[in-house]
Protein backbone atom coordinates (compact mmCIF):
# COMPACT_ATOMS: atom_id res chain seq x y z
CA UNK A 1 0.00 0.00 0.00
CA UNK A 2 0.61 3.40 -0.49
CA UNK A 3 -0.94 6.84 0.69
CA UNK A 4 -0.21 10.44 0.69
CA UNK A 5 -2.38 13.10 3.30
CA UNK A 6 -3.30 15.38 0.63
CA UNK A 7 -4.82 18.17 2.84
CA UNK A 8 -5.58 18.00 6.68
CA UNK A 9 -6.73 20.80 8.86
CA UNK A 10 -9.96 23.17 9.85
CA UNK A 11 -10.35 23.90 6.21
CA UNK A 12 -10.35 20.60 4.95
CA UNK A 13 -9.21 16.94 4.89
CA UNK A 14 -8.55 13.87 2.03
CA UNK A 15 -6.01 10.61 2.12
CA UNK A 16 -5.45 9.00 -0.69
CA UNK A 17 -4.77 5.56 -0.73
CA UNK A 18 -3.30 3.01 -3.08
CA UNK A 19 -2.34 -0.36 -4.01
CA UNK A 20 -1.16 -1.79 -7.53
CA UNK A 21 -5.08 -2.99 -8.26
CA UNK A 22 -7.12 0.08 -6.15
CA UNK A 23 -7.16 3.70 -5.26
CA UNK A 24 -8.86 5.53 -2.68
CA UNK A 25 -9.97 8.49 -1.66
CA UNK A 26 -10.73 9.03 2.27
CA UNK A 27 -13.18 12.37 2.47
CA UNK A 28 -13.36 15.24 -0.03
CA UNK A 29 -13.14 18.11 1.88
CA UNK A 30 -12.24 20.76 -0.43
CA UNK A 31 -13.53 22.02 -3.93
CA UNK A 32 -13.55 19.81 -6.69
CA UNK A 33 -10.99 21.86 -8.54
CA UNK A 34 -8.59 22.16 -5.34
CA UNK A 35 -8.72 18.29 -4.75
CA UNK A 36 -7.67 18.04 -8.75
CA UNK A 37 -5.02 20.00 -8.14
CA UNK A 38 -3.67 17.74 -5.58
CA UNK A 39 -4.22 14.88 -7.23
CA UNK A 40 -2.23 16.34 -9.98
CA UNK A 41 0.28 16.91 -7.75
CA UNK A 42 1.41 13.04 -6.46
CA UNK A 43 0.81 12.42 -10.18
CA UNK A 44 -2.54 10.56 -9.52
CA UNK A 45 -5.95 10.89 -11.77
CA UNK A 46 -9.06 10.55 -10.24
CA UNK A 47 -10.62 8.37 -13.02
CA UNK A 48 -8.79 5.76 -11.54
CA UNK A 49 -10.42 6.16 -7.77
CA UNK A 50 -12.11 2.56 -6.92
CA UNK A 51 -14.11 4.61 -4.67
CA UNK A 52 -14.64 7.91 -1.83
CA UNK A 53 -14.67 6.30 2.05
CA UNK A 54 -16.52 8.97 4.02
CA UNK A 55 -15.81 9.21 7.16
CA UNK A 56 -18.58 11.71 8.55
CA UNK A 57 -20.64 14.53 7.10
CA UNK A 58 -18.92 17.93 7.96
CA UNK A 59 -18.33 20.07 5.44
CA UNK A 60 -14.35 20.15 6.11
CA UNK A 61 -14.48 16.03 4.80
CA UNK A 62 -17.45 16.35 1.92
CA UNK A 63 -17.09 19.87 0.55
CA UNK A 64 -16.05 18.17 -2.74
CA UNK A 65 -17.75 15.18 -2.42
CA UNK A 66 -20.16 15.88 -4.50
CA UNK A 67 -19.04 17.39 -7.48
CA UNK A 68 -16.53 14.89 -8.03
CA UNK A 69 -19.23 11.96 -7.98
CA UNK A 70 -20.86 13.73 -10.21
CA UNK A 71 -17.67 14.29 -12.62
CA UNK A 72 -15.99 11.28 -12.08
CA UNK A 73 -18.67 8.31 -11.28
CA UNK A 74 -16.75 7.00 -8.54
CA UNK A 75 -18.71 4.93 -5.96
CA UNK A 76 -19.24 6.22 -2.59
CA UNK A 77 -18.97 4.52 0.75
CA UNK A 78 -20.99 5.87 3.90
CA UNK A 79 -22.94 4.12 6.90
CA UNK A 80 -26.38 4.86 6.64
CA UNK A 81 -26.80 7.76 8.86
CA UNK A 82 -23.90 9.72 7.41
CA UNK A 83 -25.62 9.41 4.12
CA UNK A 84 -28.83 10.79 5.84
CA UNK A 85 -26.89 13.48 6.72
CA UNK A 86 -24.90 14.14 4.10
CA UNK A 87 -28.20 14.37 1.47
CA UNK A 88 -29.10 17.65 1.79
CA UNK A 89 -25.55 19.01 1.53
CA UNK A 90 -23.93 17.09 -1.42
CA UNK A 91 -26.59 17.23 -4.14
CA UNK A 92 -27.67 14.54 -6.27
CA UNK A 93 -25.52 11.21 -6.28
CA UNK A 94 -27.25 8.86 -8.77
CA UNK A 95 -28.35 5.40 -6.61
CA UNK A 96 -25.55 3.21 -8.75
CA UNK A 97 -22.95 5.42 -6.77
CA UNK A 98 -24.23 4.79 -3.83
CA UNK A 99 -22.75 2.25 -1.61
CA UNK A 100 -23.03 1.47 2.41
CA UNK A 101 -20.42 0.97 4.64
CA UNK A 102 -21.45 -0.12 8.52
CA UNK A 103 -19.91 0.92 10.92
CA UNK A 104 -17.32 -1.75 12.73
CA UNK A 105 -17.66 -3.84 9.31
CA UNK A 106 -15.22 -4.87 7.03
CA UNK A 107 -14.96 -4.36 3.20
CA UNK A 108 -12.39 -6.52 1.33
CA UNK A 109 -10.93 -5.40 -2.69
CA UNK A 110 -8.18 -7.07 -3.86
CA UNK A 111 -5.56 -7.40 -1.61
CA UNK A 112 -7.29 -4.41 0.62
CA UNK A 113 -9.30 -5.18 3.54
CA UNK A 114 -10.57 -1.66 5.16
CA UNK A 115 -12.00 -1.85 8.67
CA UNK A 116 -14.42 0.87 9.33
CA UNK A 117 -14.69 1.74 13.48
CA UNK A 118 -16.54 4.37 15.58
CA UNK A 119 -15.14 7.69 16.77
CA UNK A 120 -16.36 9.76 19.52
CA UNK A 121 -17.34 13.18 17.50
CA UNK A 122 -20.37 15.70 17.21
CA UNK A 123 -21.85 14.14 13.81
CA UNK A 124 -24.43 11.74 13.06
CA UNK A 125 -22.50 8.18 12.76
CA UNK A 126 -18.42 9.16 12.60
CA UNK A 127 -16.21 6.29 11.64
CA UNK A 128 -12.75 6.22 10.44
CA UNK A 129 -10.56 3.34 8.73
CA UNK A 130 -8.02 0.91 9.19
CA UNK A 131 -6.39 -0.50 5.92
CA UNK A 132 -4.54 -3.42 5.87
CA UNK A 133 -2.59 -6.14 3.00
CA UNK A 134 -0.33 -8.69 3.34
CA UNK A 135 0.31 -7.95 7.10
CA UNK A 136 0.29 -4.07 6.82
CA UNK A 137 -1.63 -1.68 8.73
CA UNK A 138 -2.37 2.19 8.07
CA UNK A 139 -4.60 3.54 10.22
CA UNK A 140 -6.55 6.60 9.85
CA UNK A 141 -7.91 8.15 13.09
CA UNK A 142 -9.32 12.09 13.10
CA UNK A 143 -12.34 13.80 14.75
CA UNK A 144 -12.64 12.19 18.19
CA UNK A 145 -12.57 13.91 20.75
CA UNK A 146 -10.93 11.04 22.87
CA UNK A 147 -9.11 7.66 22.30
CA UNK A 148 -10.68 5.00 24.07
CA UNK A 149 -9.84 1.56 25.03
CA UNK A 150 -12.09 0.07 21.96
CA UNK A 151 -10.49 2.47 19.20
CA UNK A 152 -7.10 1.81 20.72
CA UNK A 153 -7.73 -1.87 20.19
CA UNK A 154 -8.69 -1.64 16.36
CA UNK A 155 -5.93 0.89 15.62
CA UNK A 156 -2.63 -0.84 17.66
CA UNK A 157 0.54 -1.51 16.21
CA UNK A 158 -0.16 -0.11 12.66
CA UNK A 159 3.39 0.68 10.67
CA UNK A 160 1.66 4.18 9.80
CA UNK A 161 -0.67 6.54 11.39
CA UNK A 162 -2.35 10.09 10.33
CA UNK A 163 -3.50 10.57 13.77
CA UNK A 164 -5.47 13.99 15.40
CA UNK A 165 -3.32 16.08 17.17
CA UNK A 166 -6.04 18.76 16.43
CA UNK A 167 -5.31 22.03 18.83
CA UNK A 168 -2.92 23.18 22.35
CA UNK A 169 -5.04 23.83 24.62
CA UNK A 170 -3.43 26.90 26.12
CA UNK A 171 -3.70 28.67 22.95
CA UNK A 172 -7.30 27.10 22.78
CA UNK A 173 -8.33 28.47 26.25
CA UNK A 174 -6.67 32.33 24.92
CA UNK A 175 -7.86 32.57 22.07
CA UNK A 176 -10.70 34.50 19.86
CA UNK A 177 -13.05 31.53 20.09
CA UNK A 178 -16.35 31.92 21.58
CA UNK A 179 -16.54 29.89 25.10
CA UNK A 180 -19.82 27.70 23.16
CA UNK A 181 -17.19 26.68 20.60
CA UNK A 182 -13.96 26.00 23.20
CA UNK A 183 -16.53 23.62 25.54
CA UNK A 184 -17.40 21.96 22.12
CA UNK A 185 -13.87 21.10 20.94
CA UNK A 186 -12.03 20.37 24.56
CA UNK A 187 -15.74 17.88 25.17
CA UNK A 188 -15.58 14.15 24.56
CA UNK A 189 -17.19 14.49 21.18
CA UNK A 190 -14.93 17.83 19.83
CA UNK A 191 -10.91 16.91 19.32
CA UNK A 192 -7.86 15.51 20.81
CA UNK A 193 -5.45 18.17 22.11
CA UNK A 194 -1.86 17.10 20.93
CA UNK A 195 -0.81 15.69 24.15
CA UNK A 196 -3.65 13.80 24.33
CA UNK A 197 -3.18 12.33 20.91
CA UNK A 198 0.75 11.70 22.16
CA UNK A 199 -0.53 10.00 25.58
CA UNK A 200 -2.72 7.83 23.31
CA UNK A 201 -0.62 7.38 20.57
CA UNK A 202 1.98 5.81 23.41
CA UNK A 203 -0.63 3.28 24.27
CA UNK A 204 -0.91 2.07 20.27
CA UNK A 205 2.36 2.23 18.92
CA UNK A 206 4.78 -1.25 18.66
CA UNK A 207 8.52 -0.97 18.50
CA UNK A 208 8.79 -1.52 15.07
CA UNK A 209 9.54 1.12 12.47
CA UNK A 210 6.85 3.83 12.29
CA UNK A 211 5.59 6.44 10.82
CA UNK A 212 3.14 8.96 13.18
CA UNK A 213 1.30 11.95 10.90
CA UNK A 214 0.36 14.56 12.89
CA UNK A 215 -3.02 15.64 11.68
CA UNK A 216 -6.05 17.79 11.84
CA UNK A 217 -4.05 20.85 13.20
CA UNK A 218 -6.39 23.75 13.86
CA UNK A 219 -5.40 27.21 12.25
CA UNK A 220 -6.39 28.74 15.01
CA UNK A 221 -5.12 26.88 17.84
CA UNK A 222 -2.21 24.75 16.97
CA UNK A 223 1.52 25.51 14.81
CA UNK A 224 2.92 22.71 13.61
CA UNK A 225 6.42 22.96 15.39
CA UNK A 226 4.25 23.52 18.57
CA UNK A 227 2.57 20.39 17.94
CA UNK A 228 5.76 18.59 17.04
CA UNK A 229 7.15 19.63 20.34
CA UNK A 230 4.24 18.70 22.43
CA UNK A 231 3.32 15.57 21.28
CA UNK A 232 7.55 14.57 21.51
CA UNK A 233 7.48 15.63 25.02
CA UNK A 234 4.41 13.73 26.12
CA UNK A 235 6.23 10.28 24.20
CA UNK A 236 9.37 10.72 25.87
CA UNK A 237 7.44 11.39 29.18
CA UNK A 238 5.93 8.42 28.34
CA UNK A 239 9.00 6.55 27.58
CA UNK A 240 8.62 6.94 23.78
CA UNK A 241 11.84 8.66 22.17
CA UNK A 242 10.90 10.33 18.58
CA UNK A 243 13.47 9.49 16.23
CA UNK A 244 14.14 5.73 17.21
CA UNK A 245 11.35 3.28 16.16
CA UNK A 246 8.10 6.01 15.53
CA UNK A 247 9.28 8.67 13.09
CA UNK A 248 6.98 12.15 13.37
CA UNK A 249 6.05 13.77 10.04
CA UNK A 250 3.47 16.90 9.26
CA UNK A 251 0.81 17.62 7.00
CA UNK A 252 -0.74 20.40 5.32
CA UNK A 253 -3.89 22.27 4.84
CA UNK A 254 -2.52 22.70 0.93
CA UNK A 255 -0.17 20.41 0.22
CA UNK A 256 -0.13 16.84 0.10
CA UNK A 257 2.69 14.44 2.20
CA UNK A 258 4.68 12.30 -0.19
CA UNK A 259 3.76 9.71 -1.52
CA UNK A 260 5.18 6.84 0.72
CA UNK A 261 4.96 2.63 1.31
CA UNK A 262 3.50 1.65 4.22
Known sequence: MRFSVLASG???????????????????????????????SVDRNMKKLSGILVTHEHSDH???LGILARKYNVPIYA????????????GKI???????????TVKT?????????????????????????????????????YVSDRMKGHIQG???????????????????????????????????SNEDAAVAMSEVVEQKPTRMYLSHLSKDNNMKDLARMSVSQTLQSCGIIPGEFLQLYDTDANKPTELVTV
Open 158 to 192: ADSFVFESNHDVGMLQMGRYPWSVKRRILSDVGHV
Open 109 to 145: FGSIDIQSFAVSHDAADPMFYVFHENGRKLVLITDTG
Open 10 to 40: SSGNAIYVENDEHAFLVDAGLSGRKMEELFA
Open 62 to 64: IKG
Open 94 to 104: PLEQRFHFDME
Open 79 to 90: NEKTWTAMDPLV
